[in-house]
């Protein structure tokens, strides 16, 4: 196989592959009624005027199953990280104790479990589509390069490559989101 042809697969693979790694990190961010300290990956907390990530200024930890515990290094800084917690929107209220945090996590009700399911498919597609981008983009490119002199017959193995590698990535998104509507829908 050419060595241009290589390079296209090589930069749909990284493409696809960036896909999948955002979609993982946002289906961890989707809360399946247990206690995860990733649900409050993201939020930045005032420290001193400075907006820094909340697992910079803390430690983050699940003592048990409903339980994310979060204990500044600065007391100081408690209200602050209340307050972005508050305004991160996750639909969980803070509780303080004056040296720690609590977020207790509610059991989900069978209405907001279909909710979340519906929003980790929605998160399947926005990552299909963003699989069949780079699956465009790559076949513009071969196309475009077919013009510069790549035989047809090399472009047209590129496509077919590029088309295994969609169906490979397609397939390990349904597998993902089949296992998060698993993890969400037990009781």
């Known amino acids: 196989m050419d060595e241009l042809v290589i390079m296209v697969l090589d930069e749909a693979r990284d493409n696809m592959n960036k896909s999948i790694d955002h979609l993982e990190s946002q289906l961890i961010k989707i809360r399946a009624g247990k206690a995860n300290a990733n649900i409050v990956d993201g ?7 400075v907006m820094t990530p909340l697992n910079q200024v803390s430690n983050i930890g699940t003592p048990d199953v409903k339980t994310v515990m979060i204990q500044p290094w600065d007391k100081n800084v408690i209200h602050p990280i209340e307050k ?3 305004q991160a929107n996750i639909g969980i ?3 303080n104790n004056g040296e720690i ?5 509610p059991p989900l009700t069978e209405e907001r479990r279909k909710d979340l399911v519906k929003q980790v498919k929605q998160e399947g597609e926005d990552t299909k589509i963003g699989i069949r981008n780079a699956r465009r983009d ?5 196309k475009s390069l077919q013009k510069d002199g790549l ?3 090399e472009q047209k193995n590129g ?6 590698l969609t169906d490979e990535y397609i397939e390990k998104v349904d597998k993902d989101l089949e296992l998060k509507e698993v993890d969400i829908m037990k009781v």
């Open 84 to 86: 972005a917690i508050l």
């Open 101 to 105: 945090i609590r977020l207790s996590i």
């Open 138 to 142: 790559a076949n513009d490119e071969l």
């Open 93 to 95: 209220t803070p509780e």
């Open 43 to 49: 939020i930045m907390v005032d420290y001193y005027g």
């Open 151 to 153: 035989p047809e017959d």
């Open 159 to 164: 496509e077919s490559e590029v088309q295994k």
